[in-house]
Structures are given as structure tokens and as C-alpha cells.
């Protein structure tokens, strides 16, 4: 490098220039002008390779950026693994992929940059593009839809069909209440009863938010080895323990023709599906609808029955789609509440896929329509009696009576005129001050391939 001499003469005050050192800065910059000239030159004659260096460079540059983002992932991916974040200016890992990650100092420094830029920047765009709404969409998933896209695509895959109860049953449950709280009379005579006329291999469950092994000590001889029981226990509630059929999960069929069980809200706030789930070992589907199990009835073809009763009807979304999804029901009927608390298994009972039997004249040209045989039976006195109320497990029929003989009888009568080894039970304090019978207080579940827990205490 040639340097400028500068010549400072005291005596006249005059700077002078080296002139040779003005010289070579002109040759210099002559020099420089002549390379760009040619580089210049050269460039547009060779247009094709100028682009191609220019996209290889521009490519090297992005690879670099990836990589020193993955090396920061893999130094930290024990601390910092992230999924399933939304965008936003305050939360900088949100637009990572599951399993994806940042380092503190990454995610320090992100939250600063993005946090400094202008409003015009960070806020949405006056005009949202498509891809943005499907991005918002996509982060945070609308409230008044309850059931996602992919979660219907899932429950579709797993559910098959109901299950209906005049098949095989491989376990009945209920509760011990009535054997702990209190004289229930009526109640613990027809738990005693049916627990010692279960047909042979039908497991009994029974629920309790007691003590175990007091369960276990009052049940155990009412079954032998042909019949094992099994005590769950759930968690406590004041009263609604007792129906069985309202608050426990729904059994329905699976594609593999495992048990799936549905667990809707029960509106008395007491929710023991997650542990019956835990019992037999099988997938549970959550759906958010108030909904009990007493208000659904469905033969093995997959035809669900219902009451439109006020509390389905209040739920104006909760549509047969529902039904169909998680329910697996090919077709839903939904019948008028005519008598009762508005629950299906009050007015119908169906005894198997060609056979209904029913009290109310004005469901059987409906239920014709359908394609069923229907059958009268006798109406019990009383706005909450009836004979339809009843349990059929393995081709056993356990039927509420209310000690008016010749309705009692009838009603027999038809029950086993399908084959039925029928049983009677009084139920006059249970109908008529509880306002439901046995078929509420006991849910049967189907014989399954899953194995269940039944090691000592469940």
C-alpha cells in the first residue's frame, strides 16, 4: 500500500503534495473502473451461470440457517421440547411442529425481536388472507365446536354399532347404596335376587365409594366361581350413585369388535367412566351433550331409540349425527315424551331385532312402520310404573310387578312368551318415589375379548 506524504513548511504556512502519490491513486482507481467494466461485461454475456450461482448461494445460506437450528434443538431437546403451540408475538415457539424446540437464549431473543416490531407488523393483516385463517383455525380450534374434524375422523374409525342388551352380556354392574345407606326395601332384595339367578360366566360388578372389602363381604356369597365379582370403587356423591344406568358409560361395539364405552355428561355432576374404562381396559369416547343411558335403547342392527325429552331438545346441536358417531346407531328414532321422567327404556322394550313391546298405542303404528312386531303389554297404575322398566341378560328377564295380579300376570305372560326365563320383582316404592325401576339402577355390559382388570380389588 502506497502511502500520501504530506509536507508541512513552517515558514511559508503551505502544505504540499507528493504529486507521484496523486499519480498512483489515478492509475489505482483507473484500474478498479476497469475491473467492474469487465466483470460487468462478463455478466450479462453469461446470464444463465450468473442465476445459477446466485440460487446456489442463496440455497447455501438456507441450509446453514437449518442446520444451526437443528444443532440448537439437539443441545436442548431434554429442556425445550414444544407442541402444539399458537402463533403469537408473546409465545415465539408457536409456530414450532410437535416434537420441535427452542433454546432459552433462542426463545429470549425471539421474544424481544418480535415484541420491538411496529403494530402494522405484529397485527393481522386488514385483509386476512386464506392462509392465515387456516393458520388461526388450525392454533386455537373454535369453542362452539366441540368435536374437532380429526376427532370425528377418529370416533368414526372406532365405533362400529350399538350394542343391544338382549345379546350375549358378559358382566352386569351396580351399586351397593342401598346395602350401605339405608333400608331400601324393594331395591336390596332385587340385587340379592338377581346376583344369585346371574347366568352361569355373567360377572358381577359392583361399584361403591365405601370400603371395598365391606362390599366384597356382603356380595360374595350371594355368587359362586361361576359368577365373579368384582367391587370398583368411584368416587363419592351424595344420591346419584344409585342409577347405575344414567351415570355409567355407555357400552357400544368397536371395529374390531371390541367393547368401546361413551361417556356423556351427566348433569348430576357424578362421572365414574374413566374408572369403569380402567376396569375393562377399553377405549372411552368423551362427548360434551348431557345425555343418560336410560334414553337410549338399540337392537343389533344398529336402530337407536330415544325420547325427544326437554333436555334433548334445549340442546338444539345435539343432532342424530352425534348419535351416529359415537353411538354407532345406523338410524335414530326419536319418540314423543308422552309419560314419566322422558326416558326411552320407560315406554318401549325390545326383545330382539324383530320384537318391541310397548304400552303406549300411539308408538305402534311407529314402531310397525319400522318394520318390528309390537306387542301390547298392560299399563301399570302409577306416572312412573310400568312393566318395561326390566333387565334381559342371557335369555333371563327380570321384570318390576306392582302387585295388581291380573296386570302382573299378563305381563309375565308376554315376557316369556319369547322364550324368557322371566322373574318378578316388586318395585311399587322404587317406581313411585324414586321414579325409575331396575333397568335404571343396573347397566349389563357385552362379553368382550379386552381383559379386564379383576386382580383382587379393582
Known sequence: MQETHVNFIPTTNQVVINQATINADAQRNNGHQSLHSRFANWVVSHPKITLASALGLAAAGVGAYFLARELTLSGNAGSSVMANRNISPTNPTSSLLPSQGLSPTAIEFITESVSELPTSVTAPPLTTPDWYKALMSTAQPSSETPVSASEKKTVESIVKRPYAEFEQAGYLAFSDTDFRDGPYGESTKIKI???????????????????????????????????????????RSPDTRYWARDGLPVPVFGKNDSLVLVDSKYHHSWEPDQAVANFFNATLLSHPYEFEGGNLLADSKGNCFTVNNYDMRKQSDFNDDIFKKYYGCKRLTRLK??????????????????????????????????????????????????????????????????????????????????????????????????????????VTYPKINNKPETSGIS
Open 193 to 235: 335376587k338377581i346376583a344369585q339367578n346371574l347366568p352361569r360366566d355373567v360377572h358381577l360388578i359392583v361399584y361403591t365409594s365405601g370400603n371395598p372389602e365391606h362390599t366384597r363381604q356382603s356380595f360374595q356369597p350371594m355368587v359362586d366361581d361361576r359368577n365373579p365379582l368384582h367391587v370398583l370403587k368411584v368416587k
Open 337 to 442: 315424551h308422552k309419560t314419566g321422567i322422558g326416558h326411552v327404556d320407560e315406554v318401549i322394550k325390545i326383545i330382539d331385532d324383530k320384537n318391541i313391546i310397548t304400552d303406549r298405542r300411539g308408538y305402534r303404528s311407529i314402531l310397525r312402520r319400522l318394520g318390528y312386531n309390537v306387542t301390547m303389554i298392560p299399563r301399570a297404575k302409577g306416572k312412573y310404573a310400568n312393566y318395561l322398566n326390566s333387565v334381559i341378560i342371557n335369555g333371563n328377564a327380570f321384570v318390576p310387578v306392582y302387585g295388581h295380579k291380573k296386570n302382573d300376570k299378563r305381563a309375565m305372560d308376554i315376557y316369556r312368551s319369547f322364550g324368557l326365563k322371566a322373574y318378578e320383582f316388586r318395585s311399587n316404592n322404587i317406581s313411585s318415589i324414586w321414579e325409575g325401576s331396575i333397568h335404571c339402577s343396573m
